[in-house]
């Protein structure tokens, strides 16, 4: 069977691989895949995690080929792409989306970006969805996730910094809530797609003071809960700076630069500084559900659809300018 393959930063290529073996689990044909800035990171060379030569490829939409009463083949599926060891700390926590030892889909094992697949059954999460909407269940989750971190309730304000992949997430979660949600960005088009998921207010920080406007939208307080999914310096300071006393800041975004910081603000303002890794089994059914009412508009969110041949060229075009695509989905069948 084909796969895209990574053999090396910047090095992708069609390559024929062996079928996979079914010995448990069930076995999948892998329909479509969306590329998320993470498997931008791979390509580029960025991304320390990954190992090569990788097949990539963790937010997928595949069909049951051989299932049973309960999963009958036909079905249509998206799937949980991290493993949890059962033994570290956060497994034993309940928390195996923080694993020490994960190993996601196309970052530390070969991911779906080929034509079958074996997964353990209690990884995937049918949905009468269509094969686009499938594929953003995943990078949804992550969000999603990341709103449950921060105990968002209807009687908060939450600010979402950034409002690429990842931050949509955030923003449909926090509004699935009943939450107000700031939607902060530099770039309008990402804006224009925050507002259509459920974003209340939005700001472009290129044009607008982002502290003045975020007194003006909460009273004077600041946001009882920021969630910064950006990953640079000044948005992780400006999360602290920004949030209300007593509020919550929860980062998803991962730096690839130490961070400064006025750790004052951490103290006066007792804060709850939170990390948010992957997502939990929790966050793929909330976000099933959102897709399934139809309150997610994700053809706004696409930017392109790919065969698996072009995929290697998409990766490329998207590398050369990184602000020209949202999200591209490669079709496999
Ligand atoms: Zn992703
Ligand atoms: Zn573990």
Redesign the pocket.
């Known amino acids: 069977m084909n796969a895209l393959v990574l053999q090396n930063p910047g090095m992708a290529s069609i390559e024929t691989v062996p079928e996979p073996v079914l010995d448990e689990g069930v076995l999948l044909k892998v329909r479509m895949v969306?590329l998320?800035g993470?498997?931008l990171n791979s390509f580029r060379g960025l991304n320390p995690l990954v190992s090569f030569p990788r097949i990539l490829g963790?937010?997928v939409c595949a069909t049951v080929v051989q299932g049973d009463s309960y999963l009958p083949a036909g079905t249509d599926v998206a799937l949980l792409p991290y493993t949890s060891c059962g033994r570290c700390a956060s497994c034993r926590r309940g928390r195996p989306n923080a694993c020490q030892f994960n190993q996601t889909l196309g970052v530390q094992r070969d991911g779906a970006l080929t034509q079958f697949i074996v997964m353990p059954r209690e990884k995937l999460y049918p949905a009468r969805l269509t094969p686009e909407e499938l594929c953003f269940v995943?990078?949804l989750t992550i969000g999603f996730h990341a709103v449950a971190r921060g105990r968002v309730t209807a009687d908060d304000v939450v600010a979402v910094f950034g409002c690429g992949?990842v931050g949509l997430g955030a923003i449909a979660g926090s509004n699935c809530r009943g939450a107000r949600t700031i939607c902060v960005d530099v770039d309008d088009d990402k804006l224009e797609v925050a507002h259509a998921v459920g974003g209340s207010h939005t700001i472009n920080s290129t044009r607008e003071s982002l502290h003045d406007r975020l007194l003006e939208l909460t009273g004077g307080r600041g946001p009882d809960v920021v969630i910064e999914a950006v990953g640079k310096p000044g948005t992780f300071r400006a999360a602290v700076e920004e949030v209300a006393f007593a509020g919550r800041v929860v980062y998803i975004g991962y730096a690839k630069e130490p961070v400064s910081y006025e750790t004052r603000l951490f103290v006066q303002k007792e804060l709850d500084v939170l990390g948010s890794r992957n997502a939990q089994p929790e966050d793929f059914h909330a976000v099933v559900h959102l897709l399934e009412s139809a309150k997610f508009p994700v053809d706004q969110a696409v930017s392109l659809i790919v065969p698996l041949e072009k995929a290697a060229h998409a990766l490329r075009s998207w590398s050369e300018n990184p602000s020209r695509f949202k999200k591209i989905l490669v079709s496999v069948d």
């Open positions: 969306g998320c993470s498997d963790h937010e995943e990078p992949g």
